[in-house]
C-alpha cells in the first residue's frame, strides 16, 4: 500500500505534494514590443515634439519593456487640433457606416487576444488568467456592444435628436489599461464624437497596440489620437479650450482638480473615481460560496480595483467561523509570475503603489487592528504584496476609510440590516457593494438603501458593457455602459 502510495506521488506531484503546481508559464515570443513608441496623431505615428520619452517597465521583473514618448503641450494640441478636423467627417457618417469600424476593432481584437493579454500582463502586473479571460473579452465586447447602438441612437433616445458632442479627452488609470480604454472609446466612437486619448504613465502599451488596432481597422485619420504621458500630459488635454466633453478615471484627487479646471467652461464632463466597498455578508448567506465571492471582490488585480469590496461587513453571529474560512481560502492563494497560469494574485502596479499599500497596512497595525497575511514565498525582484486580511478593525481607521487600491481587506461587524446600511454608506464614496444573503427581499432593500452606483447581489466584480457603472459622491458622476454610458457623449437637446 506504501509502495503504491509512494508510485502515484511520483506520478502525480501535485496531488500529493499539498498545492504546489508546476510552473505553467505563457509564452511570450508571439509578442514584438518596439524599443521605442511615437504618439498617435492624425492617423500617424508622430514623435514628441519636446523629444522626451520615458521608460516603461514589466512590474514583476522590474526590467525595462519600452521607451515611450512623453507628450507636451505642442503635441496635446495638434491631437486635438487632429480630432477637431476628423470631427467633421466622423460625426456626419451614417451610423451604420461607423458601426462598420467598431465591429472590424472588436473582430481583432479578439483575433490578436493573445497578444493583447500577454502585453497587458507584462505591463501591468495582473494574471494572465486575468488579462485573457475578463479584460480582453470584455473590451471585445464594449466595441461589439456599442457597435449597435451606433445606427440606433434615435432609437435609444426616443423624441431626441442625438448629436455627438465633438472632440472627446479621455484620461485612463494603469489598473485595467485596455479595458478602460475601449470603455471610453467605444461610446465615444459610437456616438460619433473623436477622441484624444491618454493612458496612464505605467501602462501606456496595450493602448499604443490599440492605436495600431485602429489603424489596421481603417478608421479615418485624426478620429482618434492617443498620447502617452503622466500627469502633466493629462493635465494639458482637459485643460486644452478645443475640447468639447472630458472623461476621466481615476483618483478622487484628480478628478476634484480637473472638476475645478472645468467649472464655467460649459464643456461636459464625467468622472470614474475611487472607492470603499462594502461587500455584506449576512447569517443566512451560503458562507462557501460568499467566501470566494469575497476573495474575488478584494484580491482580483491585486486589488487595484476601484470597485473591489475593500470593506468586508460580516454579520456578528457569522463572524468567526467565515473569517477562519477566508483565511483558509487566502492560505491556497498563489502569489507570484503574473504570467503563470496558475497564478491568482500577480505583482502591484508599481513601486509608488507598492509604498502606498505599505505605509497604509502600517497605519492600520499603529492603530490597533490585527493583520494577517497568507503565507507566499514572493518573487525577489519586482513589486509584491501579501493578500492581507484585518480583523478589530474601527470604522474610524484609515483602513476602514481610505481607498488602499491593493490586496488588503478590512473586516468589521455589525448585528442589524439597519447597522450594516449604516455602516456601508459611512464613506466619503459610492461605487459599489455586494449584499450576501438567502433572502430576495432584503436584496431589494439594501439595494435601495445602499449609496452606491453598483450593487451586486450574492456576486462581486461582474461587468457588462449593457450595465451601467459609476458613483455617488466622491466616486464621482456620470455612467458608462448601457444607455446611459452613451448619453454622456451626447448632446441630446
Ligand atoms: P490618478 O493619479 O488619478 O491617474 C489617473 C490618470 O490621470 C492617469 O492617466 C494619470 O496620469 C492622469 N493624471 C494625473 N494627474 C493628472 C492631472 N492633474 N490632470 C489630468 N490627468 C492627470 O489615479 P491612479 O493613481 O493612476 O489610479 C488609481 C485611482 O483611480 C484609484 O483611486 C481608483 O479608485 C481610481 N479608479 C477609478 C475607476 C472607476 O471606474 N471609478 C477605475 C479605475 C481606477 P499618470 O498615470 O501619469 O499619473
Ligand atoms: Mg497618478
Not at 508546476?22 to 498617435?40: F, K, M, N, W, Y
Not at 475601449?182 to 501602462?203: Q, S
Not at 502599451?205 to 502617452?228: C, F, K, M, Q
Not at 457588462?464 to 466622491?474: H, L, M, Q, R, V
Amino acid at each position: 500500500m506504501a509502495e503504491q502510495l509512494e508510485r502515484q506521488r511520483e506520478r502525480a506531484p501535485a496531488r500529493f505534494g499539498g498545492l504546489e503546481y508546476a510552473p505553467a508559464p505563457e509564452a511570450t515570443d508571439h509578442v514584438t514590443i518596439r524599443s521605442d513608441h511615437g504618439l498617435l496623431i492624425g492617423g500617424r505615428w508622430v514623435e514628441p515634439a519636446s523629444g522626451r520619452r520615458f521608460k516603461t517597465i514589466n512590474p514583476a521583473t522590474e526590467e525595462v519593456l519600452a521607451e515611450v514618448a512623453e507628450a507636451g503641450e505642442e503635441d496635446v494640441d495638434a491631437a486635438v487640433r487632429a480630432a477637431r478636423a476628423a470631427a467633421k467627417v466622423w460625426g456626419r457618417m451614417p451610423g451604420a457606416e461607423r458601426a462598420k469600424y467598431l465591429y472590424r476593432v472588436a473582430r481583432i481584437l479578439q483575433e490578436r487576444a493573445r497578444e493583447f493579454a500577454v502585453l497587458e500582463t507584462m505591463n501591468g502586473g495582473k494574471p494572465i488568467k486575468e488579462s485573457r479571460d475578463v479584460d480582453l473579452p470584455l473590451a471585445a465586447a464594449h466595441f461589439f456592444y456599442h457597435a449597435g447602438w451606433a445606427d440606433k441612437l434615435d432609437y435609444a433616445f426616443p423624441g431626441r435628436r442625438p448629436a455627438p458632442l465633438g472632440v472627446a479627452a479621455q484620461v485612463i488609470p494603469w489598473n485595467f489599461p485596455l479595458l478602460m480604454a475601449a470603455w471610453k472609446l467605444a461610446p465615444a466612437l459610437a456616438a460619433g464624437n473623436t477622441v484624444v486619448l491618454k493612458p496612464a504613465e505605467t501602462t501606456p502599451l496595450t493602448a499604443l497596440r490599440l492605436g495600431e488596432v485602429l489603424l489596421e481597422a481603417g478608421l479615418p485619420d485624426g478620429v482618434v489620437n492617443i498620447l502617452s504621458g503622466a500627469g502633466a500630459t493629462g493635465a494639458a488635454l482637459v485643460g486644452h479650450d478645443g475640447v468639447d466633453k472630458v472623461a476621466f478615471t481615476g483618483s478622487t484627487e484628480v478628478g476634484k482638480a480637473i472638476q475645478r479646471t472645468l467649472a464655467g467652461s460649459g464643456r461636459k464632463l464625467t468622472l470614474e473615481l475611487g472607492g470603499k466597498a462594502a461587500n455584506i455578508v449576512f447569517e443566512d448567506a451560503p458562507l462557501d460560496q460568499a467566501v470566494e465571492g469575497i476573495v474575488n471582490g478584494i484580491y482580483f488585480n491585486q486589488g487595484h480595483v476601484c470597485c473591489a469590496g475593500s470593506r468586508l461587513l460580516v454579520q456578528e453571529s457569522i463572524a468567526e467561523p467565515l473569517v477562519d474560512k477566508l483565511k483558509r481560502r487566502m492560505a491556497t492563494l498563489r502569489v507570484g509570475d503574473p504570467l503563470d497560469k496558475n497564478t491568482d494574485v500577480g505583482a502591484i502596479n508599481s513601486r509608488a503603489q507598492l509604498d502606498k499599500i505599505t505605509e497604509l497596512v502600517a497605519s492600520g497595525e499603529a492603530d490597533g487592528a490585527e493583520a494577517w497575511q497568507a503565507p507566499c514565498e514572493l518573487p525577489s525582484r519586482g513589486f509584491w504584496f501579501r493578500p492581507t486580511v484585518f480583523t478589530s478593525v474601527a470604522q474610524s481607521y484609515r483602513i476602514a476609510q481610505e481607498e488602499i487600491f491593493g490586496p488588503v481587506l478590512s473586516v468589521l461587524t455589525f448585528r442589524t440590516p439597519d447597522e450594516a446600511v449604516e455602516k456601508a454608506n459611512n464613506t466619503p464614496y459610492g461605487l459599489s457593494a455586494g449584499v450576501w444573503t438567502d433572502k430576495g427581499s432584503r436584496i431589494l432593500e439594501l439595494a435601495n438603501r445602499l449609496q452606491a452606483g453598483v450593487v451586486w447581489a450574492n456576486t462581486f466584480n461582474r461587468f457588462d458593457p449593457t450595465a451601467p457603472f459609476g458613483g455617488y459622491k466622491e466616486s464621482g458622476f456620470g455612467r458608462e455602459g448601457g444607455r446611459h454610458g452613451l448619453a454622456a457623449y451626447l448632446d441630446l437637446s
